[in-house]
């Protein structure tokens, strides 16, 4: 049992380039986000999906797209990014019934 | 989401108890009380969840007075590998709080031997 499993774990950037952020979940959990974490700060929520083929902003929203399309699976995306997307970047999920939320271990996105 | 106050940083040593106490004077009435820990690195991990009185499991205690306006997360007998980011929400369960799950800017423990 995997729990939430985030791919690239690494990744360096360009500015302007784009690029995609996978979250896997094996949970069957119906509630998936997606979070920033910059250097010494708390976490911000960038989207979230309350169930497969459904998504909603969070806090910091722009600049990111996010895709549901199969219930496992929650995609982040940078169409053109910019340096201050540089930070960490973790998916967490949640069953929708208990508060409990379950993180991946995080991607560390630099954008030179 | 009802916003949250906690120390910037605590320090203390192997053995002791830690009490962190979260302020968060405009709880709502549907509103529970989750902790979670961060190791660098690492992804947040849930500790302990709780809507009032006195939650207990085999990781910690979280203490909830009557006004629910405050809590204390309590560490017994922390170790070095208790080091880590603490962070305190405040808001209801995720089916209802959708965008509203922000964590602050957490207090950060450092046990020392």
């Known amino acids: 049992n995997a729990g939430v499993t985030q791919t690239p774990k690494f990744r360096v950037l360009k500015t302007g380039q784009s690029m995609t952020l996978l979250c896997a979940q094996d949970?069957?959990?119906?509630?998936m986000y997606w979070y920033r974490q910059d250097p010494g700060m708390g976490l911000r929520l960038i989207h979230y999906?309350?169930?497969?083929?459904?998504?909603a902003k969070g806090e910091v929203p722009d600049g990111y797209n996010v895709s549901r399309l199969k219930k496992q699976n929650f995609l982040l995306g940078l169409e053109s990014a910019a340096p201050s997307q540089t930070s960490v970047y973790f998916c967490?999920?949640?069953?929708?019934?208990?508060?409990?939320?379950?993180f991946g271990e995080g991607s560390r996105l630099t954008v030179l | 989401l009802a916003k949250t106050t906690q120390p910037i940083s605590m320090d203390s040593y192997e053995g002791q108890e830690v009490n962190i106490t979260c302020s968060h004077n405009?709880?709502?009435?549907?509103?529970?009380i989750t902790w979670y820990q961060q190791f660098p690195s690492q992804g947040p991990r849930f500790i302990i969840q709780?809507?009032?009185t006195k939650v207990t499991n085999e990781v910690a205690s979280l203490f909830i007075p009557a006004d629910r306006k405050s809590s204390t997360l309590s560490l017994p007998r922390v170790s070095l590998s208790d080091t880590a980011v603490y962070y305190c929400?405040?808001?209801?369960?995720?089916?209802?709080?959708?965008?509203?799950?922000?964590f602050g800017g957490g207090t950060r423990v450092l046990v020392k031997p």
């Open positions: 709780g809507y009032k």
């Open positions: 967490a999920s949640n069953n929708g019934v208990e508060g409990e939320l379950f």
């Open positions: 405009n709880i709502a009435t549907n509103d529970y």
């Open positions: 999906s309350v169930g497969e083929g459904t998504t």
């Open positions: 949970m069957n959990h119906e509630y």
């Open positions: 929400l405040v808001g209801d369960r995720p089916k209802a709080a959708g965008n509203k799950l922000t």
